[in-house]
Nanobody, 123 residues
Framework: VQLQASGGGLAQAGGSLRLSCAAS????????MGWFRQAPGKERDFVAT???????IYAGSVKGRFTISRDNAKNTVYLQINSLAPEDTAVYYC??????????????????WGPGTQVTVSS
């Protein structure tokens, strides 16, 4: 599976962005898809993951502002980010895993990663 994230950019606080992650390969629908983010000088943090069934989990820090979704027909997973805040500034990565959602918050369980897309939020 090859992943390519897009949709990042410069946005103002309070605004919205929608990130997309396009996947190659015919097995996309069998993977759970996750989003992580990494701010400068910090570790890569879990953001959200969605199973092929549509079940999803979120990091507590983004719940209510971020929405993860997927379109299996288009081999694409999305991350809608609302009410942007400066602390959302990071490189956002999409990733694919086959582990259960109970393990999906940890980077080590992901098999495939995209190159990331930069999100910068100005105050």
């Amino acid at each position: 599976v090859q992943l390519q994230a897009s949709g990042g950019g410069l946005a103002q606080a309070g605004g919205s962005l929608r990130l997309s992650c396009a996947a190659s390969g015919r097995t996309f629908s069998t993977y759970s898809m996750g989003w992580f983010r990494q701010a400068p000088g910090k570790e890569r943090d879990f953001v959200a993951t969605i199973r092929w069934t549509g079940d999803r989990i979120y990091a507590g820090s983004v719940k209510g502002r971020f929405t993860i979704s997927r379109d299996n027909a288009k081999n694409t997973v999305y991350l809608q980010i609302n009410s942007l805040a400066p602390e959302d500034t990071a490189v956002y990565y999409c990733a694919a895993t086959k582990v259960a959602l109970s393990q999906a918050r940890m980077t080590k369980f992901y098999d495939y990663w995209g190159p990331g897309t930069q999100v910068t939020v100005s105050s």
